[in-house]
């Protein structure tokens, strides 16, 4: 017989019970899946910063409520290489806490074989607040997940990105001594499934809430909050009037008025969806997710925090700097790509000074205590 | 003009108090309120549905043709409708009116954006007509709306901030221009014309004849768009002149300020 935690645990479940039901009718044994013995979790309250006052609360699904007990599972599992088919990778290898939840500047991370991904990992943080745009509710460049926790499901079986399949994750994982305890805590019962693991990496991810930096003092400062260290310099608040200007940069159509008082969106994009010109043939997009033709070649609108620690640029990563980013909105948009978004269609004049002023101020989003903060380290 | 309130109080005699206010002036910079007393009033649901019409015609979006005219004689299509109406209001032959204090953001692409069921409901009555306000007033421009926030709706800060009113995009083709991109996004009109620069309150109240509607149970009723509006009467819009970017143009503004009245129509169902 394998040795198998499960069974040793449902032993100490029994004897516990006996103990302390010593009166009670002997015949009536509790069930392998009895779950007395775990206590309800410990509701936890996300605590955000004040500014986030101008946006909708984060969206917590009913049936996945954030607990201290669920969220330290899902930032176990987060960094849990038994994820993968040879226990090579984690979610964390391509998505390192210190880099804003990102690769090192890799456009295509490697899977578990040592094989590139098809597309640039993506960043996280502020993950609860995408119940909100055209498609809420959707992940991915291409809005292919449709639930934070169903997103967990893809990278796992995904042939190139850790191969495993998913009821070998959850008997790898019965067989460790603590994480069986741990989904008792969390879900109550020490049974471990897909369901109950993507539920803890969702929990995990909606905690991870990215809302200081200088920029973001600026905005707490027009808002009369008090604030810690420095706001923004004369050159990048030069280079924020260049994004708002319809003239010039135009960035706020997307990314939103970031510095715009009570009217502002501290998330720095609104999650749509947008086909921004990249190419003149553009990848599928959103359309792999709805089959609609018209979602050809749109990906989702990122944000523009922590932009220094996610390089290279794009769902691609084709770009490997912010200033060949700029240069492409100003002077390399494909306008006859298939339902380019209008707003890529003005035209931006800018000069090199003004170049330097916006690319200054991209990176004034900054929030140094995301990617230090311990609470996200394993 | 400083913003003020003066309240003409009547006695309270009833637990059923309506506040009706006289609406003759729909700036915000007066409000002169009136309460009326009267006794078990009922008040009724409203479900407001929006519909896009160019000419008589329903909008098609995203078309690969340009299948409309403007009185310019140019040919268009539309890529994005957006827009936002406020403080729908219901008006009494005395003059008196209620108004729902709320808003709703239109987006053509999102057909659950094009019906409106406010919370507040509408006390029983024959009113003369219904109107709203075509984006919001200088007080709700300056206020935090979160979802408006989290939709990128706000309006530059160098502009003079506050809200978008509406965004209505596509492609066009004139005499010897083919494919050409208009955003005619609208809000604050900024005059950078005078000095010091001005910033404008470019709402209007829209006035839709033939609504006048009895309300003696829920009730529904519709706010057509028609989008050839915003380009003629009176201001016939050329598109070579005003296509993107217009949200810093001020006669731009002011011009679509000016067509917007006739925009909208009202069909009580």
């Not at chain 1, 006859?336 to 989003?365: H, W, Y």
């Amino acid at each position: 017989m394998r040795f198998n935690w499960k069974h040793i645990l449902i032993i100490i479940v029994f004897l516990a019970a006996c103990r302390e039901d010593d009166n009670s009718d002997i015949i009536t044994k509790p069930k392998p899946s009895d779950t007395t013995t775990f206590g309800d979790p410990t509701p936890f309250n996300l605590v955000l910063p004040a500014h986030f006052i101008l946006i909708p609360p984060p969206f917590i699904p009913d049936s996945n409520p954030l607990t201290v007990e669920g969220i330290a599972l899902g930032k176990k599992l987060f960094f849990e290489r038994k994820l993968s088919k040879n226990n090579s990778v984690s979610c964390a290898s391509c998505h390192h806490p210190e880099q804003s939840f990102n690769d090192f500047g890799l456009a295509f991370s490697p899977g578990f074989n040592g094989q590139p991904s098809r597309k640039n990992a993506m960043p996280l943080f502020n993950l609860a607040f995408n119940s909100l745009g055209s498609h809420p509710n959707t992940f991915n460049w291409d809005g292919v997940a449709a639930s934070l926790e169903k997103q967990a499901l893809l990278p796992v079986k995904d042939p190139i990105e850790m191969g495993e399949d998913w009821r070998n994750v959850a008997i790898k994982l019965s067989q460790d001594p603590q994480y069986p305890m741990m989904f008792g805590r969390a879900f109550g019962s020490i049974d471990i499934d897909s369901t109950k693991i993507i539920k803890a990496l969702a929990q995990f991810q909606r905690t991870l809430i990215s809302g200081e930096s200088r920029a973001d003092n600026e905005l707490k400062s027009q808002l009369n909050l008090p604030y810690t260290g420095q706001r923004l310099t004369a050159q990048e608040l030069r280079g924020y009037q260049i994004y708002i200007d319809e003239f010039k940069g135009d960035c706020s159509h997307c990314h939103g008025l970031g510095l715009g008082g009570s009217q502002a969106n501290p998330l720095w994009t609104d999650f749509g969806y947008r086909n921004n010109g990249l190419d003149a043939n553009p990848d599928s997009g959103l359309a792999a997710a709805t089959k609609n033709p018209s979602d050809l070649g749109k990906f989702k609108t990122p944000s523009l925090r922590n932009l220094v620690f996610t390089a290279p640029y794009m769902h691609d990563g084709r770009f490997n700097t912010l200033e060949q980013v700029v240069d492409f909105y100003i002077d390399s948009i494909q306008t006859n790509s298939p339902n380019i978004d209008g707003f890529m269609l003005k035209p931006r004049v800018l000069n090199s000074q003004e170049r330097t002023d916006l690319v200054a101020f991209l990176k004034s989003i900054t929030d140094s205590s995301f990617v230090n903060n311990p609470a996200f380290r394993p | 003009m400083k913003n003020f309130r003066k309240l003409l109080s009547l006695a309270v005699l009833s637990a059923f108090i309506i506040s009706f206010s006289a609406c003759e002036d729909d700036d915000d910079d007066v409000r002169v309120e009136t309460r009326i007393v009267e006794k078990e009033v009922k008040k009724y649901n409203a479900t407001i549905k929006f519909n896009h019409l160019v000419g008589s015609d329903t909008l098609q979006m995203n078309t690969t043709d340009k299948p409309y005219q403007n009185a310019n004689n140019q040919s268009f299509n539309v890529s994005r409708l957006r827009y936002l109406i406020s403080d729908i209001s219901f008006h009494k032959a005395d003059g008196s009116c209620f108004t729902i204090d709320g808003y709703q953001l239109v987006d053509a692409t999102q057909p659950s954006t094009f019906t409106y069921a406010p919370d507040t409901q509408v006390p029983e009555g024959e009113y003369t007509s219904i109107r709203f306000k075509f984006g919001f007033d200088r007080i709700d421009n300056q206020s935090i709306y979160a979802d408006l926030n989290a939709a990128n709706w706000g309006w530059p800060g160098m502009l003079g901030g506050g809200y978008h009113y509406m965004q209505l995009e596509g492609m066009y083709d004139s005499s010897g221009v083919k494919d050409k991109f208009f955003a005619t996004h609208m809000g604050t009109a900024r005059n950078n014309t005078v000095t010091p620069t001005t910033f404008e309150d470019n709402h209007f109240v829209a006035n839709p004849e033939n609504s006048a509607i009895t309300i003696d149970g829920d009730f529904s009723f519709e706010i057509n768009m028609d989008i050839l509006q915003w380009y003629e009467n009176p201001y016939t819009w050329d598109f070579n002149v005003y296509n993107a970017p217009i949200m810093p143009v001020y006669d731009a503004q002011r011009k679509l300020n000016l067509n917007g009245p006739t925009v909208f129509s009202v069909s009580i169902n």
